[in-house]
């Protein structure tokens, strides 16, 4: 039976905000805000666009697609739709994401209160509590939305505010300002990795949406779209004013400059005393959040994949037992490894979003959409070879590459890809049509 469709949003809106707002989403905005000064307002707005609009985006390209990311990916192949859904639910699941929430929980929560706590005791309690709130798939988007959710939104909100009364150093509006604040927002904001999260999140929600009684495709939309308004708006009040406490900090800029102390000094000159816990438990909810919606898709998608061979239950437990070991590694660790392989997915992932969203009610046909993405995975293998290269100490042609790369329309937004992929997808949509018409 339906209940009210303001209130389900609501709940679901404050999961879909959690899930996507994790410990990095803490750290980036600040340093952002400190950086643009006076022009902070327009690094809110570049960073708005890559960090919530183009998840935001994800959601709708599945939601148009039907319910889970293979749909989305049928659109195109279905052999590569599970590829793809395979590489990025790795990447933001076990070997990556999942184990980076416990590290940066242990490293910028626990030690700044306990500086001598044991990092595998933490990685233990922090999946422990993950698999706890995970294991029963149906309940997470009501853990997150109706629990952890407004807690976590209070603590932010109380910091904010409270540094938006009383900012530590306005100088910086006024003194340094920054011509290329927007495009630095805009670049920032693919490090939030929300873009490959969204696709595979957006299979949770409409299951939320749809476990609450809203089958047809009419109110499955309405109530997505009025869930995503939720977390839309929460995410950019609260990403304006961190970047906002960032612009005012007082906080000198140097070349050791670290994200996670700016963060500590924002939290301690607002809230005292009591910054530093409050810091700790705002990144520990962001991380626990993001962890279980993680886990719980992991389970779901391989759960899936394997079509019931193995159980949710087990591949969740075997999850947190993976990404807890990994965990302990540190998160510089596993940046360092996942690094260059995040660079080949996420273009790859958000071409698929760009095109499906904006032609994938129009253009029927397969072809421009494999073409734009065979474009897209030319050139961020082009770039990942620079990355090697440079590793090799193979110079000349790392040289040469980023050369080439920064020739390219639009690389200071880090979308050199996008002009190419266009061009690809117009020049094959229009030689699929006219191969279409000469076969009938």
Not at 25 to 43: C, E, F, R, V
Not at 114 to 123: E, K, L, Y
Not at 345 to 372: E, H, S
């Amino acid at each position: 039976m339906k209940s009210n469709k303001f209130t389900d949003a609501l709940v679901i809106g404050f999961a879909l905000f959690a899930m996507f707002f994790g410990a990095g989403n803490i750290i980036l905005p600040p340093i952002i805000g400190l950086l643009t000064g006076g022009d902070w307002y327009a690094a809110v707005s570049g960073f708005s666009i890559t960090a919530i609009l183009a998840p935001f985006l994800g959601i709708l390209a599945v939601l148009f697609s039907g319910d889970e990311f293979t749909d989305l990916g049928k659109r195109i192949n279905s052999k590569l739709g599970w590829i793809l859904a395979t590489a990025i639910i790795l990447s933001i699941g076990p070997l990556v994401a999942i184990p980076r929430t416990a590290a940066t929980t242990f490293e910028i929560g626990v030690l700044s209160i306990w500086p001598d706590f044991n990092p595998i005791v933490s990685s233990i309690v922090f999946f422990g509590v993950t698999l706890l709130l995970s294991i029963s798939p149906s309940k997470v988007v009501d853990i997150i939305g109706q629990y952890l959710t407004p807690l976590l939104l209070i603590l932010l909100i109380t910091l904010v505010v409270m540094g938006i009364m009383n900012p530590l150093d306005t100088a910086a509006l006024i003194e340094r300002t920054n011509d290329d604040a927007f495009r630095k927002g805009f670049s920032e904001g693919y490090q939030t990795m929300d873009v490959l999260a969204s696709v595979i999140y957006a299979g949770i929600i409409i299951s939320a949406v749809k476990a609450k009684g809203y089958l047809s495709i009419s109110d499955k939309t309405k109530v997505t779209f009025m869930s995503g308004a939720v977390a839309i708006f929460c995410l950019l009040i609260i990403y304006g004013g961190l970047v906002y406490l960032g612009a005012t900090s007082g906080y000198e800029i140097s070349d050791s400059l670290k994200r996670t102390e700016l963060l500590l000094h924002i939290s301690n000159g607002v809230l005292g005393k009591q910054g530093t816990m409050a810091l700790a438990l705002c990144i520990a909810l962001a991380c626990l959040t993001t962890a279980i919606a993680l886990v719980c898709a992991t389970g779901t998608f391989f759960n899936q994949l394997t079509k019931g061979k193995l159980s949710y239950r087990f591949i969740v437990i075997v999850t947190c037992v993976f990404s807890a070991i990994l965990a302990v590694k540190g998160v510089d660790s596993i940046i360092d490894y996942a690094a260059p392989f995040l660079g080949i997915i996420y273009p790859i992932t958000l071409t698929l979003i760009i095109y499906m969203v904006a032609f994938g009610r129009i253009v029927k046909r397969k072809a421009p959409f494999v073409g734009a993405i065979i474009a897209t995975t030319i050139f961020a293998l082009i770039q990942f070879s620079a990355f090697i290269s440079y590793k090799y100490d193979f110079i000349n042609y790392a040289t040469n590459v980023d050369k080439f790369i920064a020739s390219l329309p639009l690389s200071g937004y880090d979308v050199p890809w996008l002009i190419p992929s266009f061009v690809t997808f117009v020049a094959v949509y229009i030689g699929d049509k006219l191969l279409f018409k000469t076969q009938e």
